[in-house]
């Protein structure tokens, strides 16, 4: 990956916003390539960005060189109300297209719902996660959190295993699928 010949700070950003929650200064050095100095100049002068923003929507927010990206503290009563909306009432078409995928494929992990999707899912994630429909797999064993269904999820559908719904054995096998996946892990090893 040529990072140095990009713009650094726009990388930083799409980086944040693909992880949907708090990331270290390490981890961002790794996965773009860059000194610590670097990472720090970044993040110093993407939180410089969006403060300077009129009426921005976002906010950077850093702690023990950790950083994310966050919704500005003005929006928090907005955002609040959307959220309690969505958690009360019925799952959007986005959430329940993240809930089958983890139901048919999981556990699996955010990137490659994001990969099968092909946009960012944190908030139905964490909207799921809250309805207690999901939660991270206590089988991980890998770098990434993983998602799997709940005893909840089993108990609303009224079945006793995820092996019951519909066409289990076909889909949660799916070549097409197989295909997206292994060639997006291949794409980030090579």
């Known amino acids: ?15 944040l916003f693909m992880y949907g929650r708090d990331i270290s200064f390490i981890r961002i050095g790794e996965l773009l390539e860059l000194s610590d100095d670097e990472v720090a100049d970044a993040v110093g002068l993407l939180q410089e960005e969006y403060e300077g ?20 503290p ?12 969505e958690l009360e ?8 297209e993240v809930l089958a995928i983890i139901a048919y ?13 092909g946009v960012n899912c944190s908030f139905s994630i964490r909207n799921l996660r809250r309805r207690g ?8 064993k890998g770098r990434l959190q993983q998602y799997q269904t709940t005893i ?16 289990f054995e076909e889909l949660s096998q799916d070549k097409r699928i197989d295909a997206i996946l292994y060639s997006e892990s291949e794409n980030q090893d090579g």
């Open 105 to 117: 494929r999981g556990p699996i992990n955010k990137i490659d719902i994001e990969a099968i999707r």
């Open 74 to 85: 003005d929006s928090a009563t907005v955002i609040e109300e959307i959220t309690k909306k």
């Open 152 to 167: 909840d999820f089993l108990r609303v559908l009224g079945i006793k295993s995820v092996d019951e719904l519909p066409e």
């Open 53 to 72: 923003r009129k009426n921005c929507g976002m906010s950077i927010l850093v702690q023990d060189e950790n950083v994310q990206m966050v919704t500005h």
């Open 89 to 96: 009432g019925p799952l959007t078409p986005v959430a329940m």
């Open 133 to 140: 429909l999901i939660e991270q797999s206590k089988n991980n």
């Open 1 to 15: 990956m040529e990072v140095k010949e990009k713009n650094i700070v726009a990388l930083l950003e799409s980086v």
